[in-house]
């Protein structure tokens, strides 16, 4: 089955404690791509990715780092977390290297920092 | 700056009416504009879009009209149904079609 997976799917936290969410598609996509969805705000893209090794910023990367080391997988990194980025989080990919087909999301991962 | 402004927020109908949600985006250099439906705790999903070159496309009950002069583009549902409540975003590729910049949602209801 075409899927985006996600884990965890939940997560609790304390400041600045590393933390890694990985994200995985089996779509063979190059595009993929890191949301962040608070209420009221809509989803904000925090990094993307064009293919291997390509990485750039969205609009809101502060305290995100990503990797890109295989096509299929694009880790989300906080490195220190911190109480502002209690979020709902998804992962998306899509087929070609821009933002101009369709993005199929992951499950999405609530995080909360305490 | 890069921006995709959405409009309503809320939108609360009848059923059997129609709804409208409207987007402007900044980026002249636009050319695919989809729209996500997000149902309560569940992922966004493609229900429509539609590329530069047409100016309407539609599915059954859901069409997208784009307005590539004023930049904007608009999603209509005819005859809703109480399966259509969910909260509907557009969005925009930006800054060389690589970033997505989606609208802030508009949260639809329709009462039975």
């Known amino acids: 089955e075409a899927q985006v997976t996600q884990n965890p799917r939940y997560l609790i936290t304390v400041t600045g404690k590393k933390l890694t969410v990985t994200c995985s598609q089996n779509?063979?996509?190059?595009?993929m791509s890191w949301y962040r969805q608070d209420p009221g705000l809509g989803l904000r893209q925090i990094y993307y990715?064009?293919?291997?090794?390509?990485?750039d910023k969205g609009d809101v990367p502060e305290g995100y780092k990503v990797s890109r080391k295989e096509k299929r997988n694009f880790p989300l990194i906080l490195e220190s977390p911190s109480p502002n980025q209690t979020s709902l989080y998804f992962c998306?990919?899509?087929?070609?290297?821009?933002?101009?087909?369709?993005?199929?999301f992951g499950p999405g991962t609530r995080l909360t920092v305490l | 700056g890069e921006n995709v402004e959405q409009h309503p927020s809320t939108l609360s109908v009848q059923e059997g009416d129609s709804a409208v949600i409207k987007c402007t985006y900044s980026?002249?250099?636009?050319?695919?504009f989809p729209w996500y439906k997000q149902e309560l705790g569940k992922r966004p999903q493609l229900i429509i879009d539609?590329?530069?070159?047409?100016g309407e496309k539609k599915d059954q009950r859901i069409a997208v009209t784009l307005n590539k002069t004023a930049k904007h583009f608009s999603l209509h549902i005819t005859e809703t149904q109480p399966e259509d409540s969910a909260v509907y975003f557009c969005?925009?590729?930006?800054?060389?079609?690589?970033?997505?910049?989606f609208g802030a949602g508009t949260r639809l209801f329709v009462k039975a």
């Open positions: 998306a990919s899509s087929p070609g290297t821009v933002a101009n087909n369709e993005q199929f």
């Open positions: 779509m063979n996509h190059e595009y």
């Open positions: 990715s064009m293919n291997v090794e390509v990485t």
């Open positions: 980026d002249s250099a636009s050319n695919y």
């Open positions: 539609i590329r530069s070159n047409v």
């Open positions: 969005a925009a590729p930006h800054t060389g079609g690589f970033k997505t910049i």
